[in-house]
């Protein structure tokens, strides 16, 4: 056969396109380049999960060209015709047998990962967690560091190696902080403490945004994560707490109001502020409630409706029990 060397060339062809394709956009696809463990993990599973349908798709698109090549109407050849040809056993084995084993293998892997990666799940370490407080604002990020006092906005900064317990909220519609470098998002919801545990595994400048349109100004809700060395960051506390102004309740309304902002930091902020941004949405005896929802619940019988239907709403967004340690508020 005189194409035949063609043809293998065109069948070799494919997939190393494919994988030129795939390899030369890794430096620019950040979450193809992660910089701590739990990407890292995650990124585990996006190669298993490719490489299992790919055992699929690689036969499904080379037969497409080889079928389509073998009984195109001008072959000199006669393809074998077999007219009261009706079923095959094991072609039928094949095409049904080998995807239902790979979405098998898939569920598998993604529920033994779901539970590893799970974001509530404090990070195994010799150094002690940082916890950072994150509030989602009308469009805008506020990091509250309460071990250190103080507080920025669209701008984190943490020391690498060290586990960062995210405490997460917002005072604003809902959002999703993301971290691509470093792990998944998660949901930031008015109304709940969600918690995320991230690492970074080495110093740098990582992308952050909001993983949730929130309204006109979303794409603005950009933050740059630095990590850094821990003598580093300790100087760049110590920087803040001399330099910049304290943020008083009064600053904090004002920057909650819908705009964007730039980077800023603050040298102190009011004592219980993330608790208290949490609890503004919680109505006391009545589980918790979603922004705007606390204002209607003024009447019992409005109040009773909020309840059962955020108790719906959240079924499939609430991601751990253990997010709701903080916040007074039962699901
Ligand atoms: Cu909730």
Not at 308 to 322: C, E, F, Q, R, V
Request: charged residues 20%; negative net charge; aromatic residues 12%.
């Amino acid at each position: 056969m005189k194409y035949k060397g063609w043809f293998l060339r065109a069948a070799a062809f494919l997939p190393l396109a494919l994988m030129t394709f795939l390899l030369s956009g890794c430096a620019d696809v950040v979450v193809l380049n992660p910089k701590g463990e739990i990407a890292k993990h995650q990124l585990d599973l996006i190669y298993i999960t490719t490489g299992l349908c790919l055992i699929i798709i690689v036969p499904v698109l080379i037969l497409t060209f080889w079928i389509a090549w073998k009984y195109r109407v001008k072959s000199k050849k006669k393809e074998a015709y077999q007219p009261e040809w009706d079923h095959s056993t094991k072609l039928e084995a094949v095409w049904w047998g080998v995807p239902i084993l790979i979405i098998l293998l898939i569920a598998i892997v993604t529920v033994q990962y779901s539970y590893k990666l799970e974001p509530s799940k404090a990070l195994a370490s010799d150094n002690k967690p940082i916890t950072i407080q994150v509030v989602a604002l009308d469009w805008k990020w506020l990091f509250l560091y309460p071990e250190q006092g103080i507080a920025t906005v669209n701008y984190v900064q943490f020391p690498e190696k060290v586990p960062v317990q995210f405490q997460l909220t917002a005072d604003a519609p809902m959002n999703s902080f993301w971290i691509p470098q470093l792990g998944g998002q998660i949901y930031t919801m008015s109304g709940m403490a969600m918690k995320l545990h991230l690492i970074a595994d080495e110093p740098g400048d990582y992308f952050g945004t909001g993983a949730n349109f929130s309204g006109e100004y979303f794409g603005k809700m950009t933050f740059n994560a630095k990590a850094t060395s821990q003598a580093d960051f300790d100087k760049w506390v110590q920087d803040v707490k001399q330099s910049y102004p304290a943020m008083s309740q009064e600053g904090y309304n004002e920057l909650a109001q819908p705009a964007t902002s730039l980077v800023r930091s603050f040298s102190a902020f009011p004592n219980g502020m993330f608790d208290n941004i949490v609890n503004k949405y919680v109505v006391a005896g009545e589980g918790h409630h979603h922004g705007g929802e606390a204002a209607s619940s003024q009447n019992d019988a409005a109040a009773k409706d909020d309840q059962d239907t955020s108790k719906t709403d959240m079924s499939g967004i609430d991601m751990s029990d253990a997010g709701h340690s903080d916040a007074a508020h039962q699901h």
